[in-house]
Each structure stands twice: as structure tokens, then as C-alpha cells.
């Protein structure tokens, strides 16, 4: 297996869409923070408080419309979409699938017996939908702000459709990606991409109407398993609590990595950073004799996921293994893209030296190989 130089090795190697890179500095915050509160009662108050802090970081980063509420409970992302069926869609909810997880979101609720089929609005992987349908009888329009799969983003706009609600899957865009959530209903994700934590949770920011919906779901009558209701998380939410034990451990990278983004200038700084990183990516892309960004558009092309593809001449998969012998990791593409590629996530914890030096390091591998 070749061996890169060490002078063009970049300080931290790992360059995964999630679980990403824990910044050193989180985990100084576990260690010396972490005593306190790992071992102890999450019903008492030093958990409660961190539960708060995080609430009320995580409102100040996102700027959260009066009356907005955030929500967390224990799952992560795809526990949420099941809890989004039992207690979020009325009858039937409208999905824009271009990629694995759109696509996953709109196969939960089209086999919820409870709810009508789905709307699927579908666009080739590498490519986006125009935007929402507007149909009658659709109560929910749901699509991720970054198709992490694919490395395609789509913006984030309230569709104009009088008592439906809009829901983002922010899964790996929240806290690296710019966002008006006066603009979501729901806006969910889980804390192991930008805000490099531990999976297993998810939070999200729930709007008056959102919280109304979720109120009369509950009130109607329908079976909803008590780890899944919404109507439970919100409760407990208010008393920063969750339903069943969390793990107190990503709550504490979490913390500590909303106080890092903070001390920087929270979500602006954040978006900027992205651009910068996913711009030398892109840029290497565009001017590399074998390489090119999968995403034609570049309007559509994600500033947190950048998905590279290779000519036949290179072998993207010989060239992760080469990286990841040598330490630099999960440059892998998604498993079920299937294609000649390689995924790099620019996600806010990677500074743009370490993206230059894996883009170093892959022309090297590359002249290596051939
Ligand atoms: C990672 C990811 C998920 C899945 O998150 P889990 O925490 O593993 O459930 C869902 N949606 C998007 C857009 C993601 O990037």
C-alpha cells in the first residue's frame, strides 16, 4: 500500500458525512466537564440544565421565530420519520425524493396503514426536483435541506398551501448551512454531522402550528406507541427532559460544540466556513484532468457534502483504501450510489488546511496509482 508523505497528511483524517469529526476540544469538554454530570440522574437538575442550555443555544444559533419551540427526543433522524407518521401527518404527506433519505422518509409513510399514500415528487440521484407539488389534501411537504447521499442541496421555503406544514429533514445541513426557519414547520436533524456529537437523538425546531398539529393527532384517537408520540417529546422538551434515558455524553459534545460555534459567529460564520470548503473541492473538481463534481448544477451542489466523480482510468475505491491506510477516512461514496466516486464531507468542524491537504493527498494517490 503506498505510503503518503507525512508533510501532506492534514492534522485530522476524518473526512466522514456522520459520524464526523469530534473536534479535540469536545472531547476536553467530556473529560473535564463530563464527571460532573456522566453517572448522574437525567430527572435532576445538572442533566435538566445542560438539556436547557443546549435548547437554548441551539434557539439563539438558529435565530428561532417567536413561538417556535425545540424539541428533542432519543432515536436520531430515521426514529423521527416513524414518529413524523404516527403523529405529524394527518392523512397524507408529499415527499420530494432525490437521493437515500427523502426516498426512506417517503417509504415510512407510504406504509403507515393509518395514512393515505404518499406524494412522491422524485429527480435523479445528482439532480433535485424542481420544488413541492401543491395538492389538495396534502398536509405535510417534506424534503432534506442537504440529500446527504448525493451531495445535492435544495433550498428551504414554506410551500404556500393554507394548513399544510412544511418539514426539513436538516439532518447534515443544520449548523452548517444557512436557513430561515420563520420559512420550516419542522426542522429536524441529528447531532452527529456539523455539530459533531453522538447519533441517537434528534432535536428539532417545532413551529406554533407544528406543536397545534401534533396536539390534535395525539387528540384523535390513533394509535401511537409511547417512544414514538410527539406529543410526549414536547412535554417532556418543556421540562428538558426525554421520555426514556438519553446518552449524557453527546449532549455534553454537543454543548460544548454550540459553545465553539458561538464564540465564532454562529450560523453566518458557519455558512461562510462550508462555502470556503466545499468551494476548494469543487474548484479542485472542476480543474482536475480525471476528477469532476458529480452534481452538474452548481447552484444545486451541497457547500457540506461534496461528492466527486472519477474517470474509468482511476479506481475512486483503491484510492479511498490508499487514504484510509494511510489515516485519512470515509471518503468512501454512500454504499447503494454505486458509482466511481469519492464523498467528502466539509462539515463546519473541517478547516480549510485540512481540505487542502486532502486534496493533496488525493492527486498524489492518484499519480501513485497510475
Ligand atoms: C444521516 C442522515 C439521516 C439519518 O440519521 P440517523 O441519525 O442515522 O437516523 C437522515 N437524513 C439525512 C439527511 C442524513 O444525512
Redesign the pocket.
Known amino acids: 500500500m503506498p505510503v503518503i508523505p507525512p508533510s501532506l497528511l492534514p492534522t485530522d483524517g476524518r473526512f466522514g ?2 459520524p464526523s469529526r469530534v473536534r479535540h476540544e469536545q472531547l476536553s469538554a467530556l473529560c473535564h466537564g463530563g464527571p460532573a454530570l456522566l453517572g448522574t440522574s437525567h430527572r435532576q437538575a445538572p442533566v435538566k440544565d445542560l438539556v436547557a442550555r443546549i435548547q437554548q443555544r441551539l434557539g439563539a444559533f438558529f435565530s428561532l421565530p417567536e413561538g417556535y419551540e425545540i424539541v428533542l427526543g432519543l ?7 416513524d414518529s413524523a407518521a404516527f403523529g405529524l401527518v394527518r392523512s397524507r404527506a408529499e415527499h420530494l425524493a432525490f437521493g437515500e ?2 426516498a ?2 417517503a417509504s415510512v409513510t407510504q406504509r403507515a396503514p393509518f395514512l393515505e399514500p404518499p406524494v412522491v415528487v422524485e429527480a435523479p440521484a445528482g439532480s433535485r426536483p424542481d420544488g413541492p407539488r401543491v395538492i389538495p389534501g396534502v398536509d405535510v411537504y417534506a424534503w ?6 448525493t451531495g445535492v442541496a435544495m433550498p428551504v421555503r414554506r410551500v404556500p398551501a393554507d394548513g399544510a406544514l412544511t418539514v426539513v ?5 443544520a449548523g452548517g448551512m444557512a436557513v430561515d426557519l420563520a420559512q420550516t414547520d419542522v426542522y429536524y ?2 447531532p ?2 456539523n455539530f459533531g456529537s453522538d ?4 432535536f428539532a425546531a417545532f413551529s406554533p402550528a407544528a406543536l397545534e398539529r401534533v396536539a390534535d393527532v395525539a387528540a384523535s384517537g390513533r394509535w401511537i406507541p409511547d417512544v414514538l408520540s410527539l406529543a410526549t417529546a414536547v412535554e417532556n422538551s418543556r421540562r428538558h427532559q426525554t421520555y426514556n434515558t438519553p446518552a449524557l455524553a453527546g449532549l455534553v459534545l454537543l454543548d460544548a460544540q454550540l459553545g465553539w460555534l458561538e464564540e465564532r459567529g454562529g450560523l453566518e460564520w458557519a455558512a461562510r466556513r462550508t462555502a470556503e470548503t466545499s468551494g476548494l473541492v469543487y474548484e479542485w473538481a472542476e480543474r482536475s484532468d480525471v476528477a469532476r463534481p458529480f452534481v452538474a448544477d452548481p447552484a444545486h451542489r451541497s457547500p457540506v ?1 461534496c461528492t466527486v466523480d472519477f474517470d474509468a482510468a482511476v479506481d475512486a475505491a483503491r484510492v479511498a483504501a490508499v487514504l484510509r491506510a494511510n489515516g485519512v477516512v470515509d471518503v468512501e461514496p454512500y454504499r447503494k450510489l454505486g458509482r466511481n466516486q469519492l464523498r467528502i464531507a466539509t462539515f463546519v468542524a473541517v478547516p480549510p488546511e485540512d481540505v487542502r491537504a486532502l486534496l493533496e493527498c488525493i492527486d498524489w494517490t492518484v499519480a501513485a496509482l497510475g
Do not use: C, H, R, Y
Open positions: 458525512a456522520g432515536g436520531g433522524a430515521s426514529t423521527f420519520w433519505f427523502g426512506k422518509f432534506p435541506q442537504n440529500e446527504t447521499s429533514d436538516a439532518t447534515s445541513a436533524f441529528s452527529q454531522k447519533g441517537g437523538i434528534w457534502v
